[in-house]
T-cell receptor, first 112, second 108 residues
């Protein structure tokens, strides 16, 4: 079954404690991206990757890191989480930016 | 960069009526305009998209129109049903800048 998976689905953590949200796709997609969703603000892109070892900043990259060592995986790293990073996070993959984006199930992160 | 504005933020319609959601964009170079539907607690899913070489696209009860001169595009849902209740997002450009979303409620 073609899918995008994210883990964990829910996470409550404290300020400053490093965390990683994993994202994996099995569709051999070259393009992967991370979004955060906040009420009234829609989906804002954090980082994207056009292919292995190629990543670039989206609209709201501050406080986040990513890596793309393998085609199927695109983890999101928060080195020192802060309360303003409390949000719903979605990973997505596709054949490119002008094609259908397949979203993961989302990760709800709370930073206290 | 691209800026996308979406209206209205909430929309309530009676079952069977039509619903229209409008988006405007700023970058005249944008040439791809998808619409995503997000049901409560679920992930966004593509429902229809349009490219700049066409003015209208239809898929059963859903249609999208594009006016490149005015830089706006709209989602039209006819004969609305309760299962159409969701948040709808428009997006523009190859960088996929999303609008803020429209909460559609279909009252039965």
């Amino acid at each position: 079954e073609a899918q995008v998976t994210q883990n964990p689905r829910y996470l409550i953590t404290v300020t400053g404690k490093k965390l990683t949200v994993t994202c994996s796709q099995n569709m051999n997609h070259e393009y992967m991206s991370w979004y955060r969703q906040d009420p009234g603000l829609g989906l804002r892109q954090i980082y994207y990757s056009m292919n292995v070892e190629v990543t670039d900043k989206g609209d709201v990259p501050e406080g986040y890191k990513v890596s793309r060592k393998e085609k199927r995986n695109f983890p999101l790293i928060l080195e020192s989480p802060s309360p303003n990073q409390t949000s719903l996070y979605f990973c997505a993959s596709s054949s490119g930016t002008v094609y259908e984006q397949y979203f993961g199930p989302g990760t709800r992160l709370t930073v206290t | 960069g691209e800026n996308v504005e979406q209206h209205p933020s909430t929309l309530s319609v009676q079952e069977g009526d039509s619903a229209v959601i409008k988006c405007t964009y700023s970058d005249s170079a944008s040439n791809y305009f998808p619409w995503y539907k997000q049901e409560l607690g679920k992930r966004p899913q593509l429902i229809i998209d349009i490219r700049s070489n066409v003015g209208e696209k239809k898929d059963q009860r859903i249609a999208v129109t594009l006016n490149k001169t005015a830089k706006h595009f709209s989602l039209h849902i006819t004969e609305t049903q309760p299962e159409d209740s969701a948040v709808y997002f428009c997006a523009a450009s190859d960088k996929l800048v999303f609008g803020a979303g429209t909460i559609l409620r279909v009252k039965s």
